[in-house]
């Protein structure tokens, strides 16, 4: 196989800014965004140090793992085992394992060797022997296993022999997969016996070229976790006063030249993996819903950059390549690459995505992000019950072809006026998109409440 040639998709920065996050971490930060500064994402109250590193002999290569514990730890941790991409070290994602460090967790890396058929091997033996050094340091009954790329790829059978055979996770297991590649070692008997009480995000970036998205939906739909203990989450390219959030293949890099340090970081992957910990070693509710929200407002909105995308029913975009496609000879689940090819990803509401407040506007206007290749659009329009579900008895849906909905040309976005017109009250919508050939996917769903304007301007001037 090829080394992975990882592309960097380097901006001009209309400044840098260096600040102190922690104690003896010091941070260059990129973009006009300043870092969240309480919360899920903001930098933890723990003093960082620099990592505690060994050597180990494993599948016939020695690697260099490195511990990143909190410089204040006096007992064991839950801990996060992370596996790198090809070909870059466990320094290319510095800030993000000291700030896994700054949460009170401990981190692990492994630089292990770029070996198709021994990485998994190699992580596991890393890991294990890193539990093995620092009983002290680190709790097998509360761990995470992140990864990117290639690394992200092997997280599935890697925390397959973690759970089942080395009997982690007792109090809570995840995987945070970002931009994962094929895993040479999954076999269907280990997807059969998974521990469905893991909980799973995979991450994806709008402009990364590099990996078939269909080697990211296979391991979302084969693995047997519950739809509510799992998300596909897709972060977006923004600019904002000139400068390029980049959702690139690099995008999780923070360090030593890998990526860089900006808001798509600390929103996009840092929130993310905060909550996605807290929820599963302690159980909140707040932190579920911010990781797994399955598209609700806590989770999708990126403090000045675009809506992450959230779904549970991820489609790959038809007619895309990529440098890596999933049926390479490589792919143990080279098979399952077409699994998924069914239909058509679902469309991206634009507005009014959210509960808005519409006053006189009886034809309300629908925006969406067309999805490739569709042909046609069936517009679902329905009034909202008092228990918040939708009046199945009453609908205003509408079908429509691209052309008449303004994007059968390529254009951004497709816009769309009702012919009807509705009543005052609360109103639900989502969007199915189809071709000639494929059905499609149902969209998240948007919400709005039309309301007259001689009712909504006393409410707006009560005090």
């Not at 995987?175 to 008997?189: L, R, V, Y």
Request: glycine share 8%.
């Amino acid at each position: 196989m090829k080394r992975w040639a990882f592309v960097l998709l380097l901006t001009a920065a209309l400044g840098f800014s260096a600040y102190r996050a922690a104690e003896g971490t010091t941070l260059t930060y990129q973009g006009p965004l300043p870092p969240p500064t309480s919360g899920y994402g903001s930098w933890g109250p723990h003093p960082t140090s620099a990592p505690m590193t060994f050597t180990l002999t494993a599948a016939g290569y020695t690697n260099t793992v490195a511990l990143y514990p909190p410089a204040d730890q006096t007992s064991p941790a839950p801990t996060l085992f992370f596996a790198p991409g090809w070909n870059v070290p466990c320094e290319g994602y510095e800030t993000l394992l000291q700030f896994i460090a700054s949460q009170g967790y401990v981190a692990v890396c492994d630089d292990y060797h770029e070996d198709n058929r021994a990485i998994g091997e190699q992580l596991v033996a890393a890991f294990v022997e890193a539990a093995d050094r620092y009983p002290n340091r680190i709790d097998t009954t509360r761990i995470g296993l992140l990864g990117h790329s290639a690394g992200a790829g092997l997280l599935p059978s890697t925390t397959y022999r973690l759970v089942r055979g080395e009997g982690w996770g007792g109090s809570g297991a995840f995987i945070f997969s970002s931009a994962p590649w094929i895993d040479f070692d999954i076999t269907d008997a280990m997807i059969a016996d998974f521990p469905t009480e893991v909980k799973m995000i995979i991450q994806t970036y709008e402009d990364d070229q590099s990996t078939d998205l269909r080697t990211y939906i296979d391991p979302f739909e084969s693995l047997p976790i519950p739809d509510d203990e799992k998300d596909f989450l897709t972060l977006r390219t923004t600019m904002v006063d000139g400068y390029t959030y980049a959702a690139v293949h690099s995008t999780i890099g923070t360090g030593n030249g890998y990526g860089h340090l900006d808001a798509l970081d600390y929103e996009g992957v840092f929130r993310l993996l905060a909550a996605l910990a807290d929820y599963t070693f302690t159980g909140s509710e707040a932190g579920k819903t911010v990781a797994l929200g399955n598209g609700v407002a806590a989770q999708i909105e990126m403090a000045g950059l675009r809506d992450l995308i959230s779904t549970d029913d991820p489609r790959p975009i038809p007619g895309a390549t990529y440098d890596y496609p999933c049926d390479i000879d490589d792919n143990p689940r080279r098979e399952h690459c077409d699994d998924y090819d069914d239909e058509l990803p679902a469309p991206i509401l634009v507005a009014p995505v959210k509960h808005q407040v519409l006053i006189e506007e009886v034809s309300p206007r629908f925006v969406w992000e067309p999805s490739p290749t569709a042909e046609d659009y069936y517009l679902q329009v329905r009034p909202m019950l008092p228990n918040g579900e939708p009046d199945w008895t009453v609908s205003y849906g509408e079908n429509l072809t691209a052309a008449e909905a303004g994007c059968a040309s390529g254009e951004a976005t497709c816009v769309y006026t009702l012919t009807a017109s509705l009543p005052w009250g609360p109103y639900v919508w989502w969007g199915l998109p189809s071709n000639a050939t494929h059905n499609g996917v149902w969209s998240r769903r948007g919400y709005f409440v039309l309301v007259a304007r001689r009712l909504y301007l006393p409410l707006v001037t009560r005090h």
